[in-house]
């Protein structure tokens, strides 16, 4: 039996599905949560976490650590960054949604090692994680 209800839950159901995952998709890099990303930057001192956000965002409150880097900013002075090419970068926001597309900006410009952190700074505060 097809209900009109049936079908239109479960449209809804793929659109909110499709909607969270769609940035996983569109990047094309690993999304990692955020408890992971703190323990790995702390055994690993090259790795680099870069914020995304707007330098008042970042102003207000930033995770430790981070360095403000506008998108389109990611692709100037290329040849001054290929020294970090091979570097695990991790790229935040308020919630992941522009640091999936800085990522995949990131890995388009032949970035190799680049995640995003799951649920961004939301995530990171939700988990007592440092902040500035």
Known sequence: MDSPLVTAIIVIAIAFISFRMLPRL?????F???EAVFA???????AVL???????????EHALDS???QPYELGEN???KR???DHKIYVICLSSQRAAMAAKQLKGLGFTNVSVVKGGLNAWKKY?????
């Open 26 to 30: 569109l990047a094309g890099v690993p």
């Open 32 to 34: 990692v949560d955020a």
């Open 40 to 46: 790995r930057m702390k055994d690993d001192e090259n």
């Open 50 to 60: 870069i914020d995304v956000r707007t330098p008042e965002e970042y102003k207000a």
């Open 67 to 69: 360095v403000n880097v």
């Open 78 to 80: 290329i040849e001054e």
């Open 83 to 85: 020294q970090f090419l």
């Open 128 to 132: 007592k994680l440092p902040t500035a």
